[in-house]
């Protein structure tokens, strides 16, 4: 059973509600982890989606540098599993963990790249693999949700990731920390519960198609079911219900 001990409240957003593409957060780099970044790398989040593919986070050089120069780290979800892809000026290295997130639940995910060695952690289960360390990776931003879609053919031949804008990813994250900083999509506390300081909180430069906390689609509206004067309801998450209209039998005699 995995553990993360939380004090704080880790707010939620939602990411491509309503098929609204894009949706990303961008964040910048601080100085105080900018060096570290370059050999480990520890991300840790809380996900809670329908739709197994989008990208989820990418941190790297920024994407005017050549392709051929460029570094990133990536998270991503396939029908393949949890996918990672690291790529330190040469090849592509692409890590995958089988498993299934789209089920509407919510799912405890940790990637975590020290030096040569890259962990891919689902739930309860967890895989470590061999990755390349022959150069630092340069990290100049960083991207939650999604990213925006100006050059994204370029963008695709150059990092070679999952997510096109069909594949935005669609679902809900929640307590999204990498290294000791949190990266919190809406403002929050300044102080945990025991009055203690939370942890280094970092806010968006920038950011698109993101709704505060966890909310589902309006999977009424967007399937439109309804058939025979039935009533239609959107329940959490991403689902829906039927209400027939009740009929009274009379009998004459």
Known sequence: MYVWICISEYGAATFGRNGVVPSYALFAVPDSIADDLAYYIDVKFFVRTRKQSGLIFFVGSNASVAGSNQTFFTIEFSQ??????LKLGGEIETNVLPGFVADGVQHFVRVTRNHSLLLIQLDDTSEVYT??????????????????????HRRREARDTYSAPSEQFSGTLQGIQLNVLRLQLFPVNSTDEDGSPPPSVELPVDSFGVDEGEQSDDMCRLLQPCT?????????YNEYRLLLTSCVVVFIT
């Open 131 to 152: 990755v390349n360390c022959s150069m630092p990776l340069v990290a100049d931003l960083i991207y939650v949700g999604g990213m925006p879609l100006k050059n994204t």
């Open 80 to 85: 393949a599993g949890v996918v990672s892809r």
């Open 228 to 236: 025979n004067n039935a009533t239609c309801q959107t329940e959490f």
